[in-house]
Every structure is written in structure tokens, then in C-alpha cells.
């Protein structure tokens, strides 16, 4: 039977020297894509270790469909239903394309390998150099060959670690539409790996940001951009500014809050008030936009088209939006 769910359950994860500090859960399903991101040294590549049985987890445990796979005295090296895509492809230099699928295959007749890996290479746009040596191949091309190796294990779920870092932003966006027509054509669950976010909010359907302290829960790419689910969300998506209640209109009531988080399209000009100075305003395909400063803070926003003679004028901001945590 096909693994559907790929769980891991109150895992403390890393190293002695380094653990993420809270325990970790959370469930993937197949045909779906997740993303996590976070800063250097957070745990995103340890936790894929972790999840592929590589590295134990210090507590907890990774089951599969409610069978326990690995825990801490319980490790296997790696897993059939579990593919690993890492940041150094990991192929067969001095060997074909083709090769290096073929050599990867768990089918049972060299026919039915050939046949698999010709299929693969098909599937990832790859045939028109399946006869090439990957040494001779472009980082876009490795990467394909990398991805075909890791396919012909059959997964249930594909673990992609930092994907994009070898990659121009052609094949970055060539490999967003395939990561999506693999998890969907295929029913594979994909944890996509990345210290960009805004590449997560193209292709995810949840997301999640890990640091040393702890992971967040999942959430919708659309949903994270409307309300994150936690301050780290909130601040690594970079989409959010963290800025005093005092700098805002007192009109706002901020009783219990001080500090809130706001999108540059989320406050407008209040003239009643005058703790900011329009410092310049200018015209972009998008709209019309002003720089707006304080004694600790410059922030841009969009503006009426009618503003824009207003430089050098005191102006207070009144929101129309905001979150706090």
C-alpha cells in the first residue's frame, strides 16, 4: 500500500549542540505541496534529515500512514517511500543521463529499468539530453537528472532541499511548474526547502517558518499574506513592518498592544496629525507612492494621485489594517 501521510510527531530535532528547542509536529499529505523556510542555522536542512532517516530525532518519532519509521532508537538509513532531492544533486559525474536513472531504478529486469528511466526522462523534459554526460550539463539540466534519480524510488513524498540556490530564473520557474505537475500528475507530497519565502508563496499550498526555537504551524500561502499565524511568519515573509502604536493615529484603539504589524498598503495619510514628514512622492506603473519618515523609521506607501505635490509636509497615519501577536 502507498503511504498517504508523513507525520512526525513531538520530535525535539538536531544536533547536542544545536537543538531546535520545541518539539516538533506536523502531517503531510500526498498530492500536496509545503514549504518551509527560515533563517541559517534554523533547522530546515535538519529537519529533512530528520524526516528522511537520516538523522534520529533526540525525541518523538516519523511514522508513515500510523507505522512508526523512525524514532531515536529506531533508524533505518533512508526509506523507500521517502526521496531525498539534496543541494549537491549527488549523481554519477563521468555517466550519462540515462545512467544515472537507470542505475537508480528498483525494478526487477534491465527491461523494465530502461524502461523507467526513459519514461522519467520524458516526464521531466529531459530526452534531448538523456545521452549526455552530467558533467557536460547545465545547473538547470544536473538538477532534472538529480530529480529523476530521486523519482525512480517511487516516492510518496520528495524532500527538496534549497532547490533553486544553483539555479537562473528561468530554470527556477521551470522547476516550480514541474515540482507543482509532480506532486499533482503524481499524487506526491513535496517539502520544498528554502531561505526565500516569496519563492515558497509561488508554489505552496502551506508553508511553515522553522527557527532554533521552534516551528510554526502550517498555513495557506494566501492566508500568511493576509494574517500570519505567528510573529516569525509575520517577520520573515517580509511583507509585514513592526513599527510602535505611538507613531499611529490616536484614534486607533491599542489598549493592550505595543507594537503592531503593517503592510505598506495598509495605512493612509491622517492630516489632523503630524508625527511623520511626506519626504518625497513619485510615479510607478503601479500607482502613486510616497516615502514617509519619522524620527526612527521611513516607510513607503501608496497615495492618491492628488498627493503628490505634497513634499516636505507634516502628516500623521491612520490604519486601515493591522495584526499584532
Given amino acids: 500500500m502507498i503511504p498517504k501521510k508523513l507525520v512526525i510527531k513531538d520530535a525535539q530535532i538536531g544536533y547536542e549542540e544545536s537543538l531546535v528547542r520545541s518539539p516538533i509536529s506536523f502531517e503531510l499529505s500526498s498530492g500536496k505541496i509545503y514549504g518551509l523556510t527560515g533563517p541559517s542555522g534554523g533547522g530546515k536542512s535538519t529537519l529533512l534529515k530528520t524526516l528522511a532517516g537520516f538523522l534520529p530525532p533526540v525525541s518523538g518519532f516519523i511514522e508513515l500512514d500510523g507505522k512508526v519509521v523512525f524514532q531515536k532508537d529506531r533508524l533505518i538509513w533512508g526509506h523507500d517511500h521517502i526521496a531525498v532531492l539534496a543541494q549537491d544533486f549527488q549523481l554519477m559525474e563521468k555517466h550519462t543521463a540515462f545512467e544515472n536513472l537507470y542505475h537508480a531504478s528498483k525494478a526487477g529486469t534491465m527491461s523494465s529499468q ?16 538523456s545521452n ?25 513524498f520528495l524532500l527538496l532541499d534549497e532547490p533553486t540556490n544553483q539555479l537562473d530564473a528561468h530554470w527556477r ?14 499524487n506526491i507530497g513535496v517539502l520544498l526547502v528554502s531561505h526565500n519565502p516569496h519563492e515558497l508563496l509561488q508554489v505552496c499550498d502551506q508553508m511553515s517558518v522553522i527557527t532554533q526555537e521552534r516551528m510554526t504551524g502550517f498555513q495557506s500561502a494566501q492566508s500568511a499574506l493576509k494574517k500570519p499565524n505567528s510573529l516569525e511568519m509575520a517577520k520573515y515573509l517580509g511583507y509585514f513592518i513592526s513599527i510602535p502604536k505611538k507613531y499611529f493615529s490616536a484614534q486607533h484603539d491599542f489598549e493592550h498592544v505595543e507594537e503592531v504589524f503593517v503592510r505598506k498598503n495598509d495605512f493612509v495619510i491622517d492630516w489632523e496629525e503630524s508625527t511623520w514628514t511626506i519626504e518625497h512622492t513619485f510615479l510607478r506603473f503601479d500607482g502613486a507612492f510616497a516615502i514617509v519618515k519619522n524620527d526612527s523609521f521611513c516607510l513607503e506607501m501608496k497615495i492618491p494621485t492628488k498627493l ?8 500623521g497615519l ?8
Avoid at 549526455?132 to 510518496?156: F, I, T
Avoid at 520557474?173 to 503524481?186: D, T
Fill in 114 to 129: 530502461e524502461k523507467e528511466a526513459h519514461q522519467w526522462l520524458d516526464f521531466l523534459g529531459a530526452k534531448g539530453w
Fill in 132 to 156: 549526455s554526460r552530467v558533467d557536460r550539463l547545465s545547473g538547470g539540466q544536473r538538477q532534472r537528472v538529480a530529480l529523476g534519480r530521486a523519482l525512480m524510488q517511487n516516492p510518496s
Fill in 173 to 186: 520557474n521551470e522547476l516550480f511548474l514541474l515540482v507543482r505537475r509532480i506532486a499533482q500528475s503524481k
Fill in 308 to 315: 503628490l505635490n505634497k513634499m516636505g509636509e507634516k502628516c
Fill in 318 to 325: 491612520r490604519l486601515k489594517s493591522w495584526i499584532h501577536f
